[in-house]
């Protein structure tokens, strides 16, 4: 009897242990779902709007200027931010506001990349803490699943204009 509990137990915990590594594996390499805080990325992704990462690309290095990505926050490693990839590194970007008069531009260095929320006057980002490192990117944004009456791809930026082509 007590053989038959022990074979139980074990083979329950052989699975659940199995179980587990297919699930890490999944989020970690596939993607997942994540909701949305904040009105930084406002109009594209309002608060509360819950959309699809996909982890691919990073582990991939398949992220491009434009697309919308899910990061470790530079200035509190616990949280997630949300927002668009506005310079790859070599790229020159504008690190000023749009408001100031006289603008400023540098160059993103190698390993990082150039982040900022499409509502640029309520966005705590890289024209604040700087170039992020590539490696804090945890997935990329590919679709919006809730509300269902915005299901979809994600629209364009709404600061296409930021991005710099020299």
Not at 74 to 83: E, G
Request: net charge positive; aromatic share 10%.
């Amino acid at each position: 009897m007590l053989r038959n509990v022990l074979g139980k137990t074990f083979r329950f915990l052989g699975y659940t242990v199995q179980y587990g590594c297919i699930a890490h594996c999944a989020f970690e390499y596939l993607g997942g779902i994540v909701v949305c805080s904040g009105p930084s990325m406002e109009p594209t992704i309002q608060n509360s709007d819950i959309v699809f990462s996909e982890n691919l690309s990073r582990h991939l290095y398949c992220i491009r200027k434009g697309d919308i990505v899910i990061v470790k926050s530079p200035n509190d490693p616990k949280s997630n931010i949300c927002k668009r990839v506005i310079g790859l590194e070599g790229d020159k970007v504008c690190t000023s506001n749009p408001s100031d008069f006289l603008k400023s531009h540098s160059y993103v260095p190698k390993g990082h990349v150039w982040l900022e929320g499409d509502n640029l006057r309520n966005s705590t980002d890289s024209r604040c803490y700087g170039p992020v490192p590539y490696g804090l990117i945890r997935g990329r944004i590919c679709l919006k699943i809730w509300p269902l009456n915005d299901f979809g791809f994600l629209r364009a930026s709404p600061n296409g204009h930021r991005f710099l082509d020299d």
